[in-house]
């Protein structure tokens, strides 16, 4: 082989066929770029039913402005509820936080009005409320009902529960004074509180209004009330007469109290006569046992410390002695349930007032603290408990009766003298007094006559001269003792002269004077 | 044995000798002129006529010069003293004064007023003298006491005896009365 040879080898060229794959792939890597970049997030729904809502047609609205699509509907797992499926826009991300709701807007009649008629003719849509929450959240529970209150409202969230649902629902109003500030968004039954659940807002700046002390109570209907000052007729408003509501303020005598956080739960009482039957929300309950008879001690009797109001009896404790002791017929305790309340000790009324209370209680029980039952009227027999502290009283310990703490109690000799005097007071009852009576007016009128006669008497002419008669016989006597007296001195002188005279001796003869 | 006795008592009887007959002597007053009688001013009434212890008895008192006394024994009163004064003042001082006075205790409470007298002298000496020594309270009905007054006066006897004595005695008791008298209008009349 030679050096001018030349070596000859085939030239490699790259198709231009090549060029439409190239593009479509970077045509493909486009889209998919901005598919990422303006799609919206996917998020899922649960609703318990999907009446109104269709894949693929319904849409998702935030303020009436469309923000996604619903693309599939489909039954959960557990069969009971719908799970949708919804594709939202990019910029409807933000939206979607923690508090975020979804709810079905449809045709809707209520007692807060109607709603959703729009929706008749275009069709039901999901309303998004935008929350205030964390970001990011992508599974949601809808609501079955729309929000009464949109989401964000300033104001104050709570929460009422009664035992009795009464008349009020969702959307009734909460009035201050008459006046509108709030309202019943959510109505709930809670099984294990054996209770029903309120939803309910106040709006700013009317929350300030709602303290530790506030209690809520049912404004529905009419409250008709006769007593001795005559007749008392309280109504609320004409929608709240109507449709129900609900009312707060301050029980009587009751000061404000501290400032409360969203989330609050309040008692929802039956009326306001109940709120000032029981105005304060804590509470501790003690049991007391006494060994005798409870007559007088009625459910609502005060129980006094020193003669302080501190609480009242809730009830005498009947089935849970026959549960607890059983009827043996060895004479046991009555036991009788008392609530006391740290409120009426001005104390705040709070949890940890009830927790210095009981404290106070464990130490004071130790120290001589004693329950009696006193009379708080003799004419009505009423009765109440109270507490008081019996120093020469041995040292005892808070006891326990059917999970409630007992307070020991004491018979004082005060009990001892109600005893005897309402002894006494039979006694007297069975005095046969109308007899006594008549008998003694009897005497008194015999006694009347007996009076005339003896002033007659004494009047009379012959008793008139008694003290004449008798000042002549006592001056006859007074002469004949001189008599008797001067006969005395003779005999001795001379004793001799009872039988033999003297000599009579002639008086001196006085002479005649000289003029 | 039997006559013994009746000797004693012939013995007895022997011994014995009759005393002097006794005289009683009266304080008696003229009865008013009842054509004189005027009408009273006012009730007044004698009230309690009280009589030193040494005059009740009956004889009249004699005092001797050594300041002795000694009832006597065969002159006396002829009625208690006491009773015989207050007999005696009344009709005395009703005279003086030209209405009676009253004197039933009985109806005290009636009176206006009430006059009461002490006598705490009366009596004769020897000498021939009667004294009176006296005092007088006049009182309203409800017993305020309004005035007082004493009188010591004597009289001598105008004849010896005991009838002397009696008349002079009188003569004291009416100047008793007169005074008494004239002190109850002055009473009635200024009070």
Known sequence: MTDTEATVSERRRISKVWIVPIVAVLLGAWMIYFTFTTQGPKITIVFSTAEGVE???????????????????????????????????????????????????????????????GTIVSGGYIELAPGEGEPGRREFRGLEDVPVTPVGT??????????????????????????????????????????????????????????????????????????????ELKTGSLQSMLFGGVAF???????????????????????????????????????????????????????????????????????????????????????????????????????????????????????????????????????YVALDMYRDEPSAEIGEFASWPTIPTISTGLEGIEVKVSALLDKLN????????????????????????????????GVQSLPRDLDATLAELERTLKSVEELARTLEDRPSSLIFSSDPEKDPEPKAGDR | MRAVPLLCALLLVACASDP????????????????????????????????????????????????????????????????????????????????????????????????DVVIDQLHGTLSGEARLAAGWRIARADGREIAAYVLSSSEPLAVGGYQGLVDAEIVLLQKLAARIAESLQEAVATD
């Not at chain 1, 709030?182 to 709602?210: C, K, M, N, W």
């Not at chain 1, 129980?303 to 302080?308: D, K, L, M, S």
């Not at chain 1, 005497?443 to 009379?460: F, G, H, N």
């Not at chain 2, 008192?61 to 005696?88: C, F, K, M, N, T």
């Open chain 1, 55 to 117: 894949a693929g047609k319904t849409k998702i609205k935030a303020r009436s402005v469309e923000v996604g699509l619903v693309e599939s509907v489909a039954l959960g797992e557990d069969l009971e509820s719908v799970e949708v499926v919804a594709q939202l826009e990019r910029f409807a991300t933000p939206l979607l936080r923690e508090d975020t709701k979804f709810w079905v807007v449809r045709p809707r009649i209520g007692a807060g009005g109607v709603s959703g008629l």
């Open chain 1, 249 to 383: 303020g301050l029980p009587e005598g009751v000061g404000a109290g501290s400032p409360v956080e969203n989330g609050t739960d309040f008692e929802l009482y039956a009326d306001y006569g109940e709120v000032n039957q029981r105005p304060y929300r804590h509470g501790i309950e003690y049991v007391v046992q006494f060994t005798r008879s409870v007559r007088g001690l009625e459910p609502g009797a005060p129980v006094e410390w020193r003669g302080i109001p501190v609480g009242k009896v809730e009830r005498l404790l009947l089935e849970e002695m026959v549960r607890e002791g059983g009827m043996r017929g060895e004479g046991q305790p009555i036991a009788v349930l008392l609530r006391l309340e740290p409120g009426r000790l001005t104390l705040p009324d709070s949890e940890e007032s009830v927790e210095t209370l009981r404290k106070t209680l464990e130490a004071g029980v130790r120290n001589g603290i004693r329950a009696t039952i006193a009379t708080g009227s003799l004419l009505t027999g009423s009765r």
């Open chain 2, 20 to 115: 002097p007959a006794r005289t009683h002597y009266l304080l008696r007053a003229e009865l008013p002129d009842a054509t004189r009688q005027i009408e009273a001013p006012a009730a007044i009434g004698l009230g309690r006529v009280t009589v030193a212890p040494y005059l009740l008895r009956p004889g009249l008192v004699i005092e001797s010069d050594d300041h002795q006394v000694r009832p006597a024994r065969y002159h006396v009163w002829a009625e208690p003293l006491d009773e015989g004064l207050r007999r005696y003042l009344r009709t005395e001082i009703s005279n003086v004064l030209g209405y009676a006075i009253r004197a039933d205790w009985s109806q005290r409470s009636e009176w206006d007023y009430a006059v």
């Open chain 1, 430 to 461: 069975t005095l046969p007094i109308e007899r006594i009576v008549a008998s003694a007016d009897g005497t008194l009128r015999e006694l009347r006559r007996t009076l005339t006669e003896v002033r007659s008497l004494v009047a009379s002419e």
């Open chain 1, 154 to 231: 300033p104001g104050l969230q709570f929460s009422l529960y009664s035992e009795q649902a009464g008349s009020v629902t969702t959307g009734d109003p909460i009035l201050y004074k008459g006046f509108e500030v709030g309202r019943v968004e959510s109505t709930d039954f809670d099984v294990e509180g054996q209770h029903v659940h309120y939803g309910a807002f106040i709006d700013a700046p009317y929350d300030d209004l709602v303290t530790s002390n506030t209690r809520f109570w049912n404004a529905s209907g009419i409250s008709f009330s006769a007593t001795a000052e005559g007749v």
